[in-house]
């Protein structure tokens, strides 16, 4: 890549940055345009050009996101506030627009979330938002000795597209359980590709750490271990919902340019801050490659 074009890309980079942290604020084209250091007449569609849609479209995207982030994972506000914070005037407004964008209205979404639509809605903003990929370097890599930690565990097996259900049963059962995040560490093992060939194959745990003994409350809970070891380990902070970058840096990159061997143990992830706690560019993970 030509320094021109870096440069180019990190001016873009600090409009996304821009949104994402002010999305509560004024986001037209005066202020973007000056961010990004471009001219005023000329930047809106190259925002368009480079990200395949509008700036409009793309700042009403980020807020319908965090919006049914928080209706579907959190019950601390009620949906007047969220309409409020997406920046819609009424709810009666903010129903309409969430309801033609997703076929359901907000309350209904909050009870029971169809995710697929859902999936399909912000495609164009995930697709946007790869434009310009994150770039891991061997010096994001450190290798730790990780402590074995017993978890409790919640399996997802079957289509991704569902996966938010599972997780909603999982926040609801630890919740229950009286297993805050705050005290009680929480991983993914990924035990299939992320978009496998058939979609029925998908696979992965959701886990939570605890030496508590498990009451399942009426879901299918298992108790296992994360083992102990050393473990390459990339931090990812901003958009964890997709770890898959990382993760095939660590397999594809770093270990066959290394001296390393990895272990018998899938690659898997530790949550240290969560959507809708943060906004998705704070939120963070650790990405663990278990070695020999």
Not at 180 to 202: D, I
Not at 230 to 246: I, M
Request: with cysteine; aromatic share 10%.
């Amino acid at each position: 890549m030509t320094a021109a074009l870096q440069n180019y890309h990190a001016r873009m980079q600090r409009v996304l940055d821009h949104i994402d942290r002010h999305l509560d604020d004024d986001l037209d084209l005066d202020t973007l345009s000056s961010v990004a250091a471009f001219s005023k007449f000329h930047f809106h569609r190259q925002f368009t050009a480079t990200f395949g849609l509008s700036v409009h479209r793309y700042v009403q995207l980020a807020r319908l996101k965090r919006a049914s982030h928080q209706l579907a994972y959190s019950n601390a506000q009620s949906v007047t506030d969220i309409a409020m914070d997406a920046g819609y005037d009424a709810p009666d407004a903010f129903a309409r627009a969430f309801r033609q964008r997703f076929g359901q209205s907000p309350s209904s979404f909050r009870n029971s979330p169809d995710w697929e639509p859902w999936l399909v809605a912000f495609g164009p903003l995930d697709n946007a938002r790869s434009k310009l990929m994150r770039i891991f370097s061997p010096d994001d890599v450190t290798i730790r000795d990780v402590p074995p930690t017993r978890v409790a565990i919640m399996q997802h097996r079957g289509d991704p597209a569902t996966l938010g259900d599972t997780i909603r049963r999982f926040i609801a059962w630890r919740k229950a359980a009286g297993l805050h995040p705050r005290t009680n560490p929480t991983f993914n093992v990924w035990r299939s590709e992320r978009r496998p060939a058939s979609p029925s194959a998908y696979s992965t745990d959701l886990c939570v750490g605890t030496d508590q003994p498990i009451e399942a409350n009426g879901e299918e809970i298992k108790a296992g271990e994360i083992p102990g070891g050393r473990c390459a380990v990339l931090r990812v902070v901003g958009y964890t919902d997709n770890l898959e970058p990382a993760a095939l840096y660590l397999y594809r990159d770093w270990l066959p340019a290394s001296d390393e061997e990895a272990r018998d143990f899938p690659i898997y992830c530790q949550r240290l801050s969560f959507v809708p706690d943060v906004g998705e560019h704070e939120a963070t993970a650790d990405v663990f490659l278990p070695l020999k």
